[in-house]
C-alpha cells in the first residue's frame, strides 16, 4: 500500500472517531490493530506524513510514534 493512501485512510479513520465519539487523541496500537499486515515502518511514514500536513500531532515514546491526536481545524 502507498503511503499517501495510508495515510489518507488513516485520516478517514480519525476523522469519523472524531465526529462520531468526540475522540481526538489515538494510540499506536489503534493502527497496528487496523493494519496488521503493514510494517510499522510504513505506519510511521503515513502519520508523519499526515503530521507534516499538520493534520495530527505526534507524541513520541523511545523515538516511536506513541499517541497521535488529530488537530481539528
Same mark, same amino acid.
Given at each position: 500500500? $502507498?503511503? @499517501?493512501?495510508? @495515510?489518507? !485512510?488513516? %485520516?478517514?479513520?480519525? *476523522?469519523? *472517531? #472524531?465526529?462520531?465519539?468526540?475522540?481526538?487523541s489515538f494510540f499506536i496500537d489503534?493502527?497496528? /490493530?487496523? #493494519? +496488521?499486515? /503493514?510494517? !510499522?515502518?510504513?505506519? %510511521?511514514? @503515513?502519520?508523519? $506524513?499526515?503530521?507534516?500536513?499538520?493534520?495530527v500531532s505526534i507524541f513520541h515514546? !523511545?523515538?516511536? +510514534? #506513541?499517541?497521535?491526536?488529530l488537530r481539528p481545524q
Amino acid at each position: 500500500m $502507498q503511503i @499517501a493512501t495510508l @495515510a489518507n !485512510e488513516m %485520516f478517514i479513520h480519525m *476523522s469519523l *472517531s #472524531y465526529f462520531q465519539k468526540n475522540n481526538a487523541s489515538f494510540f499506536i496500537d489503534t493502527f497496528t /490493530t487496523l #493494519y +496488521p499486515k /503493514t510494517p !510499522e515502518k510504513i505506519l %510511521f511514514r @503515513a502519520l508523519h $506524513q499526515l503530521e507534516a500536513d499538520t493534520l495530527v500531532s505526534i507524541f513520541h515514546k !523511545e523515538d516511536k +510514534p #506513541y499517541i497521535i491526536t488529530l488537530r481539528p481545524q
